[in-house]
């Protein structure tokens, strides 16, 4: 059965005497895009590494179609985008593709994208912030594995970029299982099939966008 559902589970993780995740479950099932908001510092970062497999942590159990699995990342099952960028800098946009993606076919699919193309000659040095996230976003997607974790995919891009991030993200959303975190609020919520608001160490479902409210995540008044 090909991998089509992953769940976070009972994951616990203590910074000193702060409980930062206190028992979290998510889930994300491939074809579907899930929003994780969640105010500075509540824990998303620290989530998706635990998730990945690399941040341990006293309790957690990941599962892919019901089956634990302890570091998924090396069983190709994961990908994830770090909130640093994590692409050698001196190596051309071209050689890196060849690089990064197994498939001959991914590959040529990805040089002839339109945003993509235009950058191949150029070293990952030469690319703009935003340019070389959409790099990243765009590698990630392209990989077989069938989830992916992206943390900050917005940010530092400017706004038509997001844009086009929304729909690359969204592109790929039937194949794949998305779990996405950012502070553009509106491009998660644009993006996202489901959202969850990581707060108090705990992950909500958002059912409403007025909760983001009453939970103050947003300003008062922004969604009601
Ligand atoms: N290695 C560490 N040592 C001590 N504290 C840490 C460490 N890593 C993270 N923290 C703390 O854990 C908390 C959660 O950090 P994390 O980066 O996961 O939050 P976040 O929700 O992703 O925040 P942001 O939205 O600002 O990126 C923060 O208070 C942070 O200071």
Redesign the pocket.
């Known amino acids: 059965m090909a991998p089509d559902t992953l769940e976070a589970d009972s994951i616990i993780y203590r910074?000193?005497d702060?409980n930062?995740l206190k028992n979290i479950y998510l889930k994300c099932q491939v074809g579907e895009v899930v929003g994780l908001l969640?105010?500075?510092?509540?824990?998303?970062?620290?989530?998706?590494?635990i998730i990945f497999g690399t941040l341990e942590t006293e309790n957690k159990s990941i599962r892919i179609n019901g089956k634990r699995c302890q570091r998924p990342f090396t069983q190709h099952l994961i990908s994830y985008l770090p909130?640093e960028s994590f692409l050698p800098r001196s190596l051309k946009v071209r050689q890196l593709i060849s690089l990064f993606l197994p498939s001959r076919e991914k590959q040529e699919a990805l040089k002839e994208h339109a945003r993509i193309q235009p950058l191949l000659s150029k070293t990952v040095h030469q690319l703009s912030g935003g340019q070389l996230r959409y790099l990243e976003v765009a590698l990630l997607l392209h990989l077989d594995t069938p989830f992916l974790l992206l943390?900050?995919p917005f940010s530092g891009i400017e706004p038509l970029l997001k844009e086009h991030m929304q729909e690359l993200i969204l592109a790929h959303k039937e194949t794949k299982g998305i779990l996405v975190?950012d502070?553009n609020y509106r491009h998660i919520i644009d993006v996202s099939d489901r959202l969850i608001l990581?707060t108090e160490g705990t992950c909500r479902p958002i059912h409403h966008l007025q909760e983001l409210e009453d939970w103050e995540y947003v300003p008062a008044g922004i969604f009601s």
């Open positions: 910074i000193g702060r930062l969640g105010r500075n510092g509540s824990g998303k970062s620290t989530l998706l590494k909130q943390d900050e975190t502070h990581l």
